[in-house]
Nanobody, 123 residues
Framework: VQLQASGGGLVQAGDSLRLSCAAS????????MGWFRQVPGKERDFVAA????????YYADSVKGRFTISRDNAKSTVYLQTNTLKPEDTAVYYC?????????????????WGQGTQVTVSS
């Protein structure tokens, strides 16, 4: 599975960005898809995940109510709509895929990763 993340950028606090992650190489329609983020010197943190059917979504407390994860299985693409961005949201955002049924928030539990896209939020 190859994942290609895009959509990051430099924005001001309060702005929005829509991140995209396109999957190829193997159908991911039955995979759990997720987003993580990482700042230098820290571990990669869970942000959001969505089950293959799209009926269940999961969010870190820090982004609940501001971020929305969605997926389009026909396009093998997962999205992360980020609203009301804050400077503390600044990080490299990675998309990930997992064939596991259970959504795990530890980055070590996800076998497939994209290359990351930088999100920088200025105050």
């Amino acid at each position: 599975v190859q994942l290609q993340a895009s959509g990051g950028g430099l924005v001001q606090a309060g702005d929005s960005l829509r991140l995209s992650c396109a999957a190829s190489g193997r159908t991911v329609s039955k995979y759990v898809m997720g987003w993580f983020r990482q700042v230098p010197g820290k571990e990669r943190d869970f942000v959001a995940a969505i089950r293959w059917s799209g009926d269940r979504t999961y969010y870190a407390d820090s982004v609940k109510g501001r971020f929305t994860i969605s997926r389009d299985n026909a396009k093998s693409t997962v999205y992360l709509q980020t609203n009301t961005l804050k400077p503390e949201d600044t990080a490299v955002y990675y998309c990930a895929a997992s064939p596991n049924i259970v959504v795990l928030t530890s980055h070590a539990s996800w076998p497939y990763w994209g290359q990351g896209t930088q999100v920088t939020v200025s105050s």
